[in-house]
């Protein structure tokens, strides 16, 4: 990488640090309050006015200053604005996910984010991920590591299942999908120290890349909830692929991810493959 691409690759950095913090200093007013909780697309499926406020400041703070530090302007991929059909341009874009763990904060249960990757060439090229209440700030530009409140993070050692600690989550149609996970579920849940299904899909990549999970695997999420949350763990060592183990592509609608520390990686891949995730009676 040329030394012009990576400066400017830091200032959207930069850029997107400040957008990920303005957002969430609103998520933090509103905290508590009557968000103005709406359906979309399941009984499952939560928006907020919170998410819709966070997702326009995000994208209008990430379109001005980019224009002003003379960065080449990049489609804006947010979750709130896109419609269903529309071709994901990853060329050169901004992928946002405003709130990520709205259920979480519709019920004022404390563990939700910001987060927000810059894309060239279908690939997360920066990315930042902020949770709100924690004051935590994960980092990460590709080729320069991944970094939490600017000290560099690394994801953990553990190399036997039956030692890790694993995450998922479950998706908003489960209830009309023939694939609803508990396969999967139950399976690890039989073969390491616990799975953990807190809420955020960003946060959980984090944590994989800080080394405080040691791997994470979930179906059909949609790019904004995974492209900060990618080069984070693969920048802090990790690795990041499909159920088949290859690499992950962003420009789908729905995405099957599984990311770890890498020793666990095959393991989980090789469960992943294995387990059917059945349709439980109903």
Not at 116 to 136: C, H, L, R, S
Request: aromatic fraction near 8%; proline fraction near 4%; glycine fraction near 8%.
């Amino acid at each position: 990488m040329t030394a012009s691409k990576s400066e400017n690759l830091q200032k959207r950095l930069e850029i997107a640090v400040r957008a990920a913090q303005q957002a969430a200093k609103i998520q933090r007013e509103c905290y508590q309050t009557d968000v103005g909780v709406q359906i979309k697309s399941s009984d499952v499926d939560l928006v907020t006015v919170v998410d819709r406020q966070c997702d326009e400041l995000i994208s209008r703070v990430l379109e001005e200053e980019s224009g002003r530090a003379g960065l080449p302007s990049a489609t804006m991929i947010t979750e709130e604005s896109f419609e269903e059909g529309t071709f994901f341009d990853m060329e050169q874009s901004w992928v946002v996910d405003p709130l990520d763990g709205t259920t979480n904060y519709a019920h004022a249960f404390p563990h939700f984010a910001v987060s927000i990757a810059f894309m060239q060439k279908g690939q997360p090229m920066a990315g930042v991920i902020y949770d709100t209440m924690k004051d935590e700030l994960f980092t990460a530009v590709r080729g320069s590591g991944a970094f939490l409140n600017g000290r560099k993070i690394s994801v953990s050692a553990i190399d036997d299942l039956e030692r890790s600690l694993l995450a998922t989550g479950f998706p908003y149609d489960r209830h009309v999908k023939p694939e609803d996970n508990m396969g999967y579920f139950l399976t690890f849940m039989m073969k390491c120290h616990g799975v953990r299904r807190a809420g955020s899909a960003a946060l959980d990549l984090a944590y994989v890349a800080s080394g405080r999970l040691d791997g994470f695997w979930e179906l059909r999420l949609s790019p904004w909830d995974v492209a900060a949350g990618s080069l984070l763990v693969e920048e802090a060592g990790g690795r990041i692929t499909d159920f088949a183990g290859k690499p992950l592509k962003y420009d789908v609608r729905r995405i099957n991810i599984i990311g770890s520390n890498t020793a666990l990686h095959d393991p989980i891949v090789e469960i992943c493959q294995a387990s059917p995730a059945p349709c439980l009676s109903k």
